[in-house]
C-alpha cells in the first residue's frame, strides 16, 4: 500500500472516530438536559422549534445560575416561611383571593432570600427552571389564575386550585422543615397543614375539642375557637379541602416537594364541644 494511501485511511478514521466522539458528546449532553429539565425541555424544544437552539438556551440557562449566588434558607428562615404559609393557609377560608394575592407574594419573597432575581416574569421563570424544573409547571398555572383573579374571573375553586400549586413550588424552594424541637428535619418541604414538619397533631388541637384524629389537618388550629357550643359552621370544612376526586393532584412529586394531597381530601363537619 502507498503511502499517499495510507494517509488517506488514517484521515478518514480520524474523521470517523471524531464524528462518533462529538456525537455521543452531543447525545450525553441532551440526555442530561432532558433529565435535569424533564417537561421543561420539551416546552423549550416547542417554543425553539429545534433541540440545538433548545439546548443552547437551557444550557446558557445553566451557565446563568452558576454566576448567581443561589443559596439554601437558613434553619430560622424556613421555620418563618413555613408559619407564614400556615397563617396565610388558614385565612384562605375567609379570604380566598387575598391568601392567593399573599402566597404569590410569599413564594417570590423566599426566592429573593435564596438568592434568585425576581425582575422580569419570564427571566425568573426561567432561572427556576434550572434547579425547580419539577414544580415550575405548576407555578406557571397558578400565576395564570392570580391573574384571572385580579380580573374577577376566577372561581372560589381555581383560587383553591393556584393555593396548591403555589405551595408546589414553595415547598420545593424551602428545601426542608424545621422539628418542634428547632433542629432542621429531613428536607421535606412543609408539613400537610402547612406547618413545621414533624409537629404532632396533639400539640396544635388545643383545649381537648375533639380528638387528634378528628380534627382535619388544616382545621387544628381554629377547632378551639370556632367548637364552643354546638355544630361547627359550615365554612370550617374549607373549600381548600373540597378536592374533587384528585383533579388537584400537583405534578411535583411529593417525596420532592415534601407536601401530600390527602390533607385535602374532604372530611365531614363533627359536631365539636369543649
Given at each position: 500500500?502507498s ?14 472516530v471524531?464524528a462518533v ?10 440526555r442530561?438536559l432532558?433529565q435535569?429539565?424533564?417537561p421543561e ?5 416547542g417554543?425553539?422549534g ?21 443559596r439554601?434558607?437558613?434553619?430560622t ?11 396565610i393557609?388558614e385565612?384562605f ?7 392567593v ?15 434568585y432575581?425576581?425582575?422580569g ?6 432561572d ?9 409547571e ?15 374571573q ?6 383553591r386550585q393556584a393555593m ?10 424551602l428545601g426542608g422543615a424545621?422539628?418542634?424541637?428547632g433542629?432542621?428535619a ?6 400537610p ?5 414533624g409537629?404532632?397533631a396533639e400539640?396544635r ?8 384524629s378528628?380534627?382535619?389537618?388544616m ?6 375557637t ?8 359550615a365554612?370550617e370544612?374549607?373549600a ?7 383533579t ?5 412529586d411529593?417525596?420532592?416537594a415534601g407536601?401530600?394531597?390527602d390533607?385535602?381530601?374532604p ?6 364541644r369543649?
Open positions: 500500500m503511502t499517499g494511501a495510507l494517509v488517506v485511511i488514517i484521515i478518514v478514521v480520524v474523521i470517523v471524531a466522539v462529538i456525537a455521543a458528546m452531543a447525545a450525553a449532553r441532551r442530561r432532558q435535569r429539565f424533564g425541555y420539551d416546552r423549550v424544544v417554543e425553539r429545534s433541540q440545538l437552539k433548545a439546548e443552547s438556551e437551557l444550557a446558557g440557562r445553566e451557565r446563568r445560575i452558576r454566576s448567581l449566588e443561589i439554601p434558607l437558613s434553619d428562615a424556613r421555620a418563618n416561611y413555613a408559619s407564614s404559609w400556615r397563617t393557609q385565612q377560608v375567609d379570604q380566598p383571593e387575598n391568601s394575592v399573599k402566597a404569590q407574594a410569599l413564594v417570590t419573597r423566599v426566592m429573593k432570600d435564596r438568592g432575581p425576581v425582575e416574569h419570564d427571566q425568573m421563570l426561567a427556576l427552571s434550572v434547579e425547580h424544573a419539577s414544580t415550575l405548576q407555578y406557571r398555572l397558578a400565576h395564570t389564575i392570580s391573574q384571572s383573579a385580579a380580573q374577577g376566577a372561581s372560589t375553586e381555581d383560587l396548591i400549586k403555589y405551595r408546589a413550588l414553595f415547598s420545593d424552594l424545621v422539628a418542634p424541637d433542629s432542621v429531613a428536607p421535606e418541604g412543609v408539613a397543614d402547612g406547618g413545621l414538619a409537629q404532632p400539640t388541637a388545643a383545649g381537648g375539642t375533639a380528638p387528634a378528628e380534627v382535619s389537618a382545621d387544628a388550629d381554629r377547632a378551639e370556632r367548637a364552643a357550643g354546638g355544630t361547627a359552621p365554612s370544612v374549607s381548600m379541602n373540597a378536592d374533587p376526586a384528585g388537584d393532584r400537583v405534578a411535583a411529593p417525596a420532592a407536601v401530600p394531597d390533607e385535602l381530601r372530611e365531614p363537619a363533627r359536631r365539636r369543649r
